[in-house]
């Protein structure tokens, strides 16, 4: 199965509902096709800025190893 959006992937959930809640309450339901968007776009943000300052240092330690061999 391939979902090619985000109306897809709320159609999806309300298709296997009954197994989503073995991992999620969903008392509310699911959520909406622009809610899922919005969390998952939220999420990708957070982890490049997470990645960017982690990484970035992580980077910079190993360069300065490297430089120092």
Known sequence: MRLSGWEDIE???????DWLRKYVSLE???????????LVNRIDMMHWEGAKTVGG???????????KQ
């Not at 159609?11 to 509902?17: A, E, G, I, Q, V």
């Not at 509310?28 to 919005?38: K, L, V």
């Not at 240092?57 to 430089?67: D, F, I, N």
């Open 11 to 17: 159609d999806y959930c309300h298709d296997r509902l």
């Open 28 to 38: 509310q339901g699911i959520p909406r096709h622009n809610t899922i968007a919005g």
């Open 57 to 67: 240092h992580y980077l910079l330690q190993k360069r300065t190893r490297q430089s």
